[in-house]
């Protein structure tokens, strides 16, 4: 083929290795420097697909028991007139269903055992169109036990094993927000009945949620209507855009909060997570790329008399120049599609590949007993993996700038003098 010289050149410097005990050894060399990079390209995918695969895990499991948007009196009391608000928010095409709710503080005691949970009101007959938690219960035929009137309660798992209480067992509710007597104010306090008990698989929930009746509810906490209205949106990453429609749509006196916001801690930790460890791990990437420069340094040594032929034949400095811009090229392009496929093939068996390590090693990485999530999950997106890919390649072919302007600073009489 009628390729440039250069690139002819370039290739055939990035694949000498049997010409002498030196290009092997430089050969050697850059076949390091192309493995750091894949190296590091692919544990860049992995770890960052890792991330994504728990993200995705724990969101899944909160955003099962949690609304995606949550509308709220901004004055804190209720909402008497929830069926208006809720039908204008349905008028968002990005909304799909609405559902009232109370939500309060209280402590749940049975006996001597004291715990303090979260209280919510639901609506059997609208909630599982918002929660899948709620749909799955229904579905079970657990929801439907929740009646105006009757005082039933639903635990999480955790919450109902750390009390110790079973299906049909009385508990007692105790809101601190009570009557004012002489003595002072005195909490309100409910027997309810268990009837039942979910798992979110999420422990905060099941260790801290409780679901009552939302009739129930507003009589608990003196609200006398639902607090507020839940929404379902059709896709849960447009929580924030949805959210900010909505509070310009609904005016004054609705306060809107999406899920992001409500569990702000959570969300922000994990992209600063996610953004410090692609740093890291982009640094390693670096270190390898930049390995490229000892191995042109070392080429461009040995391959001076070359160069001053070829200087000596009419080549210009520029094209002497894109001769070793092309070695490392190659080099760093090899080492990054390398890596890249290595990553993704890694990231799309780790289900197969961590049980084979741990049944190896007989270890177990992520114990069920402590873990919520006891599987490696991995979720590759190429919202991570093309700027992993540019990234590299851009700092490939920034390593072989200064070697390759030395090349072309060679003077062909300097570099002759002694052959």
Do not use: C
């Not at 924030?240 to 801690?265: C, K, P, S």
């Not at 990231?347 to 741990?358: R, S, T, Y």
């Not at 997106?381 to 490939?396: F, R, Y």
């Amino acid at each position: 083929m009628n390729w440039p010289y250069e690139l002819q050149i370039g290739w055939r410097y990035t694949r000498a290795g049997r010409g002498g005990r030196r290009n092997r050894f430089i050969s050697f060399i850059s076949g390091v420097s192309m493995f750091g990079i894949a190296l590091g390209v692919a544990a860049l995918i992995i770890v960052l697909s890792v991330m994504n695969g728990f993200q995705k895990e724990v969101r899944e499991r909160m955003l099962s028991v949690i609304a995606h948007v949550e509308l709220l009196n901004d004055t804190g009391e209720g909402l008497p007139d929830w069926q208006s608000v809720a039908a204008r928010a349905k008028e968002n095409p990005a909304v799909l269903a609405a559902a009232p709710f109370v939500s309060g503080q209280a402590l749940i005691a049975r006996g001597s055992d004291m715990r303090g949970t979260i209280v919510r009101g639901v609506d059997p007959a609208f909630e599982p169109g918002v929660t899948p938690l709620a749909a799955q219960m229904a579905k079970e035929g657990l929801l439907e036990r929740l009646q105006p009137g009757q005082w039933n309660i639903i635990l999480g798992v955790e919450l109902a094993r750390q009390l110790g209480v079973q299906r049909g067992d009385k508990i007692t509710l105790a809101i601190p927000s009570g009557q004012v007597t002489p003595l002072g104010v005195q909490p309100t306090l409910r027997q309810f009945t268990l009837v039942g008990v979910f798992e979110a698989g999420h422990y905060e929930y099941d260790s801290g949620l409780s679901l009552i009746h939302v009739a129930d509810a507003a009589k608990l906490f003196r609200t006398g209507t639902p607090s507020g209205v839940q929404l379902k949106l059709r896709d849960v990453q447009q929580a924030r855009e949805v959210g900010a429609q909505l509070q310009r749509d609904m005016g004054r006196g609705i306060y809107v909060r999406d899920w992001t916001r409500t569990n702000a801690t959570w969300y922000d930790a994990v992209q600063v997570e996610k953004r410090m460890m692609g740093i890291i791990l982009t640094l390693i990437v670096a270190v390898a790329a930049f390995n490229l420069v000892s191995t042109l340094v070392m080429t461009v040594t040995d391959k001076q008399a070359d160069i001053a032929i070829l200087r000596t034949l009419g080549a210009s400095p520029r094209s002497i120049m894109g001769v070793f811009m092309i070695q490392g090229a190659l080099a760093g392009v090899a080492g990054t599609f390398g890596g890249l496929g290595l990553g993704l093939v890694v990231a799309h068996h780790l289900d197969v590949i961590v049980p084979f390590i741990e049944r190896l090693l007989h270890t177990t990485f992520l114990p069920a007993s402590i873990y919520v999530i006891s599987h490696m999950p991995s979720d590759p997106q190429w919202g991570d993996i093309v700027p992993i890919t540019v990234t590299s390649l851009i700092l490939a072919f920034v390593a072989t700038l200064y070697p390759s302007w030395r090349a072309s600073r060679v003077q062909p009489a300097e570099a002759l003098r002694y052959e």
